[in-house]
């Protein structure tokens, strides 16, 4: 049977290469991958040869070394295996390790019985790092800006150690501005940093520096500012946060700790802390919050789906800004505001781009539905039979609105676990010489799941 060797070439400095590795490459018809890649393993393959383009012979020894191609997308690797049916013994080349944010896996997926997959781990740049820190990895966060997007600074609020993997000088400056951001908005305390560059090459570079409250430390990391924004180095960035053990696990903004604007609602800590309880987010949750007004459930939900996303709904312009003010207050990145009336603006065909791009929710929460509630439930539940729905109501003709609606729905086995709590809270506020009790207004919580 043919074979495709997947190798992990470790950091890119030749002597960190496994023999294993090596010999596979020796052996090997034809190599793919990244041109950077090609070269890296040129070099490790040979002290006095470099592997390229097409098939070389060495002075030394009289051996041929493999061909190579620049390709490294498995469908485009396995189509040109097609085409050319000759080679039998195939690598494909990756930096660091296969199994550390690697493509190797699109070739998991794309493999036929055709080929036999012998994949050969390489050192990661993450255990690399950590022995040069002498620190251990295994309680890590493990994330990566490479070609993607990441919740940065919640990650570092509720892991005590994050490593990223980074783009360029670019990533490097734009993750620094955003954490001296968090400290300053009291989102994040004093926060340590490593920054390694091109670890393992002759021009490795650590630095070390902390931010804190009033302190500009991003300039600490003296490369990434000026010019050397352009450097096209290969980036890693540990960072610890010593306060992430305190976290709690469970929601903890006060009423206060949100920007408010007059006659704009907001959800009030008691109603809101219970109704996300009722809809039981996950790290990986995708939520619509419909008619955010202030954005505390936006920005509270935000905070537990750490991996997911929030899309926040409003109709009125100034609610809107207002709920971008507090996303963009609490330093978070996996928010997409949205101007627009729902369902309509999160349709498809909506008239926002965005909508063209908005997958379907794990969860709904209706803060308000101005007259849209069974359009909205409809809708949420066609997007995703099994989504979790949980709505607000203070007046008696919504929530009998929604009574009606959930009878409709049980009916025709379409929703289940439904659950309806009315909340009453008070707040005791000094007169005088007395604290008096305070009511705010009963919220009706009404919480089901799709079947």
Request: with cysteine.
């Given at each position: 049977?043919?074979?495709?060797?997947?190798?992990?070439?470790g950091?890119?400095?030749?002597n960190?290469?496994?023999?294993?590795?090596?010999?596979?490459?020796?052996n090997?018809?034809?190599?793919?991958?990244?041109?950077?890649i090609?070269?890296?393993?040129?070099?490790?393959?040979s002290?006095s040869?470099?592997v390229g383009?097409q098939?070389?012979t060495?002075?030394?020894?009289?051996?041929?070394?493999?061909?190579?191609?620049p390709l490294y997308?498995a469908?485009?690797i396995?189509?040109?295996?097609?085409?050319n049916?000759?080679?039998q013994?195939?690598a494909v080349?990756f930096s660091?390790?296969?199994g550390?944010?690697?493509?190797?896996?699109?070739?998991?997926?794309?493999?036929?019985?055709?080929?036999?997959?012998s994949?050969?781990?390489?050192?990661?740049?993450a255990?690399?790092?950590?022995?040069?820190?002498?620190?251990?990895?295994q309680?890590?966060?493990?994330?990566?800006?490479h070609?993607?997007?990441?919740?940065?600074?919640?990650?570092?609020?509720?892991?005590p150690?994050?490593f990223?993997i980074?783009?360029?000088?670019?990533?490097?400056?734009?993750?620094?501005?955003?954490?001296?951001?968090?400290v300053?908005?009291?989102?994040l305390s004093?926060?340590?940093?490593w920054?390694?560059?091109n670890?393992s090459?002759?021009?490795e570079k650590?630095?070390?520096?902390?931010?804190?409250k009033?302190?500009?430390s991003?300039?600490?990391?003296?490369?990434s500012q000026?010019?050397?924004?352009?450097?096209?180095?290969?980036?890693?960035?540990?960072?610890?946060?010593?306060?992430?053990?305190?976290?709690?696990?469970?929601?903890?903004?006060?009423?206060?700790d949100?920007?408010?604007?007059?006659?704009?609602?907001m959800?009030k800590?008691?109603?809101?802390?219970?109704?996300?309880?009722?809809l039981?987010?996950?790290?990986?949750?995708?939520?619509?919050?419909?008619g955010?007004?202030?954005?505390?459930?936006?920005v509270?939900?935000?905070r537990?789906?750490?991996?997911?996303?929030?899309f926040?709904?409003?109709?009125?312009?100034?609610a809107?800004?207002?709920?971008k003010k507090?996303v963009?207050?609490?330093?978070l990145?996996?928010?997409?505001?949205?101007?627009?009336?729902?369902p309509?603006?999160?349709?498809?065909?909506?008239?926002?781009?965005?909508?063209?791009?908005?997958p379907a929710?794990?969860h709904?929460?209706?803060g308000g539905s101005?007259?849209?509630?069974?359009?909205?439930?409809?809708f949420?539940?066609?997007?995703n039979?099994?989504?979790?729905?949980?709505a607000?109501?203070v007046?008696?003709?919504n929530?009998?609105e929604m009574?009606?609606l959930?009878?409709?729905l049980?009916?025709?086995?379409?929703?289940?676990?439904?659950?309806?709590?009315q909340?009453?809270?008070s707040?005791?506020?000094?007169?005088?010489?007395?604290h008096l009790?305070k009511?705010?207004?009963?919220?009706y919580?009404?919480?089901?799941s799709?079947?």
């Amino acid at each position: 049977m043919k074979t495709l060797n997947l190798i992990g070439l470790g950091t890119g400095n030749e002597n960190f290469l496994t023999k294993e590795a090596e010999s596979i490459l020796k052996n090997a018809e034809i190599i793919f991958g990244a041109k950077r890649i090609l070269e890296i393993a040129g070099n490790s393959l040979s002290q006095s040869q470099s592997v390229g383009r097409q098939a070389e012979t060495s002075e030394n020894s009289g051996e041929t070394l493999p061909k190579t191609e620049p390709l490294y997308r498995a469908e485009e690797i396995f189509s040109y295996l097609k085409e050319n049916p000759q080679y039998q013994n195939v690598a494909v080349v990756f930096s660091g390790d296969v199994g550390f944010f690697s493509g190797a896996s699109a070739f998991y997926e794309e493999q036929t019985g055709e080929w036999k997959i012998s994949v050969i781990p390489g050192i990661s740049s993450a255990v690399y790092f950590a022995a040069k820190l002498q620190k251990s990895w295994q309680n890590w966060k493990f994330l990566s800006l490479h070609g993607s997007k990441c919740n940065t600074i919640e990650q570092i609020r509720k892991n005590p150690a994050c490593f990223f993997i980074l783009s360029g000088a670019e990533d490097v400056k734009s993750l620094a501005e955003k954490i001296q951001k968090a400290v300053k908005n009291k989102i994040l305390s004093e926060i340590k940093c490593w920054l390694g560059k091109n670890l393992s090459y002759n021009d490795e570079k650590i630095t070390c520096c902390k931010f804190s409250k009033g302190e500009e430390s991003a300039r600490q990391f003296d490369f990434s500012q000026g010019k050397a924004q352009n450097d096209k180095g290969l980036f890693v960035l540990l960072v610890e946060n010593e306060c992430a053990k305190y976290q709690p696990v469970t929601q903890s903004l006060n009423d206060e700790d949100f920007i408010r604007a007059e006659k704009i609602p907001m959800t009030k800590k008691e109603v809101r802390r219970l109704s996300l309880a009722t809809l039981g987010l996950s790290e990986s949750s995708v939520l619509y919050d419909i008619g955010s007004g202030t954005g505390s459930v936006t920005v509270e939900a935000a905070r537990i789906a750490t991996e997911g996303h929030v899309f926040a709904v409003e109709c009125k312009k100034e609610a809107f800004e207002l709920t971008k003010k507090n996303v963009e207050k609490f330093c978070l990145e996996n928010v997409t505001p949205i101007l627009g009336n729902a369902p309509e603006c999160l349709k498809a065909d909506g008239n926002s781009e965005v909508s063209k791009e908005i997958p379907a929710p794990t969860h709904v929460f209706i803060g308000g539905s101005k007259g849209n509630l069974s359009e909205i439930v409809n809708f949420s539940l066609q997007k995703n039979p099994r989504a979790r729905i949980v709505a607000n109501f203070v007046s008696l003709e919504n929530l009998c609105e929604m009574q009606s609606l959930l009878k409709n729905l049980e009916s025709e086995n379409k929703i289940k676990d439904v659950e309806i709590i009315q909340v009453a809270v008070s707040h005791a506020e000094k007169t005088g010489g007395f604290h008096l009790m305070k009511a705010q207004n009963p919220v009706y919580i009404v919480g089901f799941s799709g079947s």
